[in-house]
């Protein structure tokens, strides 16, 4: 258990630097994701390969995997439009509706009964984040991509878990990028058409932070975010993302300045998050250890 929080927080940490590629990398958010899918799934497939850990699945399985892949490359090209739309702040911050949405969505899908602790905890992360766009009403297109962006991240937390179960998680990261690569490749002309771009290939700058992000944030996050899910439920990884917006608006506050657009309300709002957070954590401590 304690591991698991370790890896958790690691990812955590990892996923605080994914906002920031975000608003460095000058493609628009549906090339930044395809570019990301796809160098992820180059890289992954070449290190599993020479570690000799490539595992094959069934063909149902795969397809299983892939969509939720989809699901989670449609959550980042949703995350990169609300930083885009706003800021960094506004975007990682609406990421703190996980929880509300893994604790209506996941008594759903893994056949389980609500739990009124988990609705109470998520209602004091919503709270905060009423509190925290009550300071500006600039970024509502910003605000609106973002809830979309966490609900289909909390989904994708909830599938994630139920389907991968038999496999190891760099089989599951694998899998996942190459069917959230194809999926989304058939969207592309589509996405394009509507939503131009002012480049379409990373160049210069943008190759070397597509790189360093695929590596850090894509790969080493998700498989550490995979083997916390094994341990822990849906729900506290969700919950536990809710630090995500601490680490980003920090780093974001050091290179953008975003901080002279914080407010009072804002930092109000921002400590329910984590109070709703360490609460969360302190009772499955608690529950793990009265079950030792």
């Known amino acids: 258990m304690k591991q698991a929080f370790i890896k958790l927080h690691l990812s955590i940490l990892l996923a605080g630097f994914t906002g920031i590629f975000g608003?460095?990398?000058?493609?628009?958010?549906?090339?930044?994701?395809?570019?990301?899918?796809?160098?992820a799934s180059i890289i992954f497939f070449i290190v599993l390969k020479f570690y000799g850990k490539l595992k094959k699945v069934t063909m149902r399985d795969a397809?299983?995997?892939?969509?939720?892949?989809?699901?989670?490359?449609t959550h980042w090209v949703f995350f990169y439009g609300s930083i885009k739309a706003s800021n960094v702040s506004i975007?990682?911050?609406?990421?703190?509706?996980?929880?509300?949405?893994?604790?209506?969505?996941?008594?759903?899908?893994?056949h389980r009964g609500f739990r009124i602790r988990e609705m109470g905890l998520s209602l004091i992360a919503v709270l905060g984040v009423v509190l925290i766009f009550s300071f500006d009403t600039r970024y509502r297109l910003g605000i609106g991509l973002g809830v979309v962006s966490s609900m289909l991240c909390s989904l994708y937390s909830i599938l994630n878990k139920k389907v991968g179960r038999l496999y190891s998680s760099g089989t599951m990261l694998l899998y996942q990028m190459i069917g959230g690569l194809v999926c989304l490749s058939f969207l592309m002309p589509v996405y394009l058409h509507f939503f131009t771009s002012k480049t379409m290939v990373p160049l210069g700058m943008?190759?070397?932070?597509?790189?360093?992000?695929?590596?850090?944030?894509?790969?080493?996050?998700?498989?550490?975010?995979?083997?916390?899910?094994?341990?822990?439920?849906?729900?506290?990884?969700?919950?536990?993302?809710?630090?995500e917006p601490v680490?980003?608006?920090?780093?974001a506050m050091i290179l953008f300045h975003e901080s002279k657009d914080l407010n009072f309300s804002f930092w109000v709002g921002m400590s329910m998050i984590v109070i709703s957070v360490l609460w969360q954590m302190y009772f499955v401590a608690k529950e793990k250890s009265l079950n030792v």
């Open 23 to 39: 608003k460095l990398i000058s493609l628009n958010e549906g090339l930044l994701v395809w570019y990301r899918l796809l160098f």
């Open 63 to 73: 397809v299983k995997i892939g969509l939720v892949g989809f699901v989670l490359s």
């Open 247 to 251: 680490y980003s608006i920090i780093i």
């Open 206 to 243: 943008d190759f070397l932070y597509m790189i360093i992000y695929v590596l850090f944030c894509t790969i080493a996050l998700y498989v550490l975010q995979i083997q916390a899910l094994k341990s822990l439920s849906a729900f506290t990884v969700n919950l536990s993302y809710n630090l």
């Open 91 to 110: 975007g990682v911050v609406v990421l703190s509706l996980m929880g509300f949405f893994s604790s209506i969505f996941e008594p759903f899908i893994m």
